[in-house]
């Protein structure tokens, strides 16, 4: 009986759900990553040729329509993550792997730099089979390249996403805390700066 009620709270629960976005056309493919401060990532795959789209928003938690202060508390175990459209005939998931591998250290558990919670855990949410088998294959690359160090980035389906707050979008490209916009020109290479 136990387990009867579990699975019907998870059924129930919005929160649960896979994520089921509507990409802005026809051949777009979505992604998800948590890397830490969704700001930076966020900049960091704005510049990338042929991603379309960014948000950032909290997916992988059980509570419903969460905002940023409910997920700093740690409770709603949620991830900041950005969601990502691309168009595959310009930029292959691949690609967007080997971004995520190099915007964040993937062996620290819950935290990243001085930003320490479980909202900034590593993990990669995918939307298909393929988007699985070529996450575990790039996890597997990254462990070589670490020489055994061990990877806490979880890969799992993307559960329903919640766009943040309006002020979290493309924050570093508006200017940040500071007034200092940065750019988010595809191809740019210029440093990321992320401040509050």
Known sequence: MASNE????????????????????PGLEV???GAGCFWGVELAFQRVPGVVQTEVGYSQGHVDNPDY???????TKHVEV???????????????????????DPT???????????QYRSGIYYYSEEQASLAKE????????LNGQKIVTEILPAKR??????????????GGGQGCKQSASKGCNDPIRCYG
Request: charged share 25%.
């Open 6 to 25: 579990a699975e019907n709270s998870k059924s129930t629960n919005p929160a649960l759900a896979p994520d089921n976005p509507n990409p802005e056309r």
């Open 31 to 33: 992604a998800q990553f």
């Open 69 to 75: 202060k409910m997920v700093c508390t740690g409770t």
């Open 82 to 104: 950005v969601r990502v459209q691309f168009d595959p005939a310009v930029c292959n998931y691949s690609t967007l792997l080997s971004l995520f591998w190099s915007r964040h």
């Open 108 to 118: 620290s558990l819950n935290r990243q730099g001085g930003d320490v919670g479980e």
């Open 138 to 145: 790039s996890l597997q690359v990254k462990e070589k390249e």
């Open 161 to 174: 996403f919640y766009r943040a707050e309006e002020y979290h979008q493309q924050y570093l490209e508006k």
